[in-house]
């Protein structure tokens, strides 16, 4: 590039689109990586109860694989493909599917997260109940840590600044 030639840094998009063509193959591996990521969560979600793993770890694992396509590919296009306000949505609908659950119990004549009116056996009833608070928990921490990361990463620095 012309500013390359004359020994002037090159401005902020400049220098992004520059390391974007040397990352050919972090970004292969990226992509290639972030459905198994994705399968892992679904596993861990749902082998919560019979292992260890469940809600909070699957959420994680989750915000992992939208983190990773954010930092390989950009927060711009992340935050295009996922929001703010779906992610603050899920955040809501997380909490609500773990409150409900448990308000669902009481309302069938149960205590606070007690499941077993929930089935048509309290065994099938301890099963639904919590698969429904692993996934209120999945959502709720997914989001979060979306947010978080969403906050963190689209700050600017002391090095985006131009008076550093």
């Known amino acids: 590039?012309?500013?390359?030639r004359t020994g002037q840094t090159p401005p902020q998009a400049e220098r992004r689109e520059m390391m974007d063509d040397h990352h050919l193959i972090i970004r292969v591996v990226a992509r290639a990586l972030i459905a198994p990521i994705f399968l892992f969560g679904l596993y861990v979600q749902f082998h919560g109860e019979y292992g260890p793993g469940g809600g909070f770890q699957a959420g994680i694992i989750f915000a992992v694989g939208f983190i990773l396509y954010g930092t390989i590919f950009s927060l711009r296009q992340l935050r295009e493909k996922f929001p703010d306000h779906v992610i603050h949505?899920?955040?809501?609908?997380?909490?609500?599917?773990?409150?409900?659950?448990?308000?669902?119990?009481m309302m069938l004549g149960?205590?606070?997260?007690?499941?077993?009116?929930?089935?048509?056996?309290?065994?099938y009833g301890q099963l639904y109940g919590i698969i429904a608070v692993e996934l209120g928990v999945g959502l709720a921490v997914f989001s979060v840590m979306l947010s978080i990361y969403y906050a963190f990463a689209g700050r600017s620095g002391p090095i985006d600044d131009k008076d550093w």
């Open 1 to 4: 590039s012309p500013a390359r």
């Open 110 to 123: 149960t205590n606070f997260l007690n499941f077993t009116q929930l089935g048509p056996t309290p065994l």
């Open 89 to 105: 949505r899920l955040m809501a609908l997380g909490v609500l599917v773990y409150g409900g659950t448990g308000v669902v119990g």
